[in-house]
C-alpha cells in the first residue's frame, strides 16, 4: 500500500508534521480506497491544486473548490494564522501545521 508516511509522524494540532496528513486521513488510510489514496497524496504533493498559497507561493488545495462538501482543514484544529483578508486564500497544509494553534 502506497503511503506517503515518512516515519517522522507527529500530530501538530491535527496535522502530521511529517508527511502533512490530517488526523483523520492517517486513522482512515487503511480503508479508503486506491483513488481516495491518490487523491489525498496528489494534494500533498501539489499535483493536484486549486489556488497557490498566500504564504508560500506553492500549490494549495482547497476541497470546497474541488466540489467537496468539506475541506481537510476541517479536520485540524483552528491554527492562528494572523490577519487574513477575506478574499485570501487558505494556506497550504505545510504553512498551516507551522501556524500557532488558536
Ligand atoms: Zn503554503
Known amino acids: 500500500m502506497k503511503t506517503p508516511c515518512i516515519a517522522a509522524c507527529k500530530n501538530e ?4 508534521i511529517g508527511c502533512k496528513r490530517t488526523i483523520t486521513e492517517i486513522i482512515e488510510w487503511k480503508s479508503m480506497t486506491d483513488i481516495q489514496r491518490e487523491n489525498v ?9 486549486t489556488h497557490t498559497c498566500p504564504e ?9 473548490k474541488m ?14 494564522v494572523g490577519i487574513i483578508s477575506e ?16
Open 67 to 80: 466540489g467537496k462538501e468539506t475541506c481537510w482543514c476541517f479536520e485540524v484544529e483552528t491554527r492562528d
Open 87 to 102: 478574499n485570501s486564500e487558505c494556506l497550504c497544509q505545510h504553512c498551516l501545521s507551522k501556524k500557532p494553534i488558536a
Open 41 to 49: 497524496m496528489d494534494r500533498l504533493s501539489g499535483k493536484t491544486s
Open 13 to 16: 494540532g491535527g496535522i502530521c
Open 56 to 64: 508560500c507561493e506553492q500549490p494549495a488545495q482547497c476541497d470546497i
